[in-house]
């Protein structure tokens, strides 16, 4: 595929790529799936009472600040691609994957914290 000019820098063509979600399936293994345990937003309808992992996940991400905050929300909650942040926040997709692994050690580490205090 031909490259495009843009200004003196020739720019190759992007293809969409998902990031790496190594962390985040070293989060769900040390603390089981975030769909059951993690997510705050997944509560049975029969019990609306959020379970200790569910609060402590829901603190982590509070916790989380400005941009790393935006792009976990906007990929982790909202499904959107790297590509679809990064258009939202106007910044690069390896921009978007710097904050997101920033967001996920974090809240790995935040997890791991009140596991080891005896909160979860």
Known sequence: MPRKKRG?????????????????????????SEEAL?????LSEQDNTPSSPQLVMGEAIEHLQG??????????????SMAEAAEILDVSKSTV????????AFI?????????????
């Not at 790995?108 to 979860?120: D, E, H, K, L, Q």
Request: glycine letters at 6%; aromatic letters at 10%; hydrophobic letters at 30%.
């Open 97 to 104: 994957q710097t904050y997101l692994d920033r967001a996920i």
């Open 67 to 80: 941009r790393q905050r935006e792009v976990y929300i906007l990929i982790m909650r909202e499904d959107k």
């Open 8 to 32: 003196l820098v020739e720019t190759q063509p992007l293809k969409e790529i998902r990031g790496d979600s190594k962390s985040y399936e070293q989060y769900t293994n040390f603390v089981g």
């Open 38 to 42: 993690g997510n705050p937003d997944c």
């Open 108 to 120: 790995t580490n935040y997890c791991r914290a009140a596991i080891s205090n005896g909160r979860v």
